[in-house]
């Protein structure tokens, strides 16, 4: 099959995150805003073109007063750098998996990432659409390593906020016209 330009239908798409809180729960989140430039076969991914872009104003953990302090100099300092990007520069296959390897830019930083995604189908929209594939997937960063450095020290000890940041995706595309 040849490669074709996919949309993303954010209605039924999602990228979220989740960390380490107070060494003892997660805190999750979403970002609302996010799009995608994907020039691909759906079934064989291995020469796909993908350019993600997240907007950082976007993100919700579901309490505004976390959310603002995300968007500040503190975290992703979202007045400066206003997106979070990855562009993939080699995907290799295994079955309906793949390992999507590229660069993944957050804060001004740009880092190797390696998403783990899977191909979860095909079919027609029922709905009068025309052609959508599904796509999930995963990775894991050290915030750190993006100048997202901030804690607070906690009292029985530890710290406020984890290194680890697990970012996961659900995507629905549809072909373009």
Excluded: C
């Excluded at 007045?79 to 290799?92: G, R, V």
């Excluded at 390992?99 to 029922?126: C, H, R, Y």
């Amino acid at each position: 099959m040849a490669k074709i330009n996919w949309t993303v239908d954010k209605a039924h798409s999602e990228v979220g995150f989740s960390v380490k809180h107070m060494m003892i729960s997660k805190a999750k989140g979403t970002f609302d805003n996010f799009d995608a430039k994907i020039n691909a076969d759906a079934e064989d991914l291995t020469d796909a073109d993908i350019e993600v872009t997240i907007d950082v104003t976007s993100i919700n953990t579901r309490n505004n007063d976390r959310d603002n302090h995300l968007r500040s100099a503190d975290f992703f300092d979202a007045e400066n750098y206003p997106n979070i990007t990855f562009t993939a520069k080699d995907i290799k296959k295994s079955g309906d998996d793949y390992e999507v390897a590229g660069d993944l830019t957050i804060k001004g930083t740009t880092k190797p990432a390696v998403f783990n995604v899977t191909f979860e189908g095909q079919s027609k929209d029922p709905m009068g659409g025309g052609i959508v594939a599904g796509f999930s997937g995963s990775t894991s960063i050290n915030r750190k390593e993006f100048g997202l450095t901030w804690n607070a020290s906690l009292e029985t000890g530890g710290v406020l906020v984890g290194e680890e940041v697990k970012i996961n995706f659900e995507l629905e595309l549809q072909k373009a016209e």
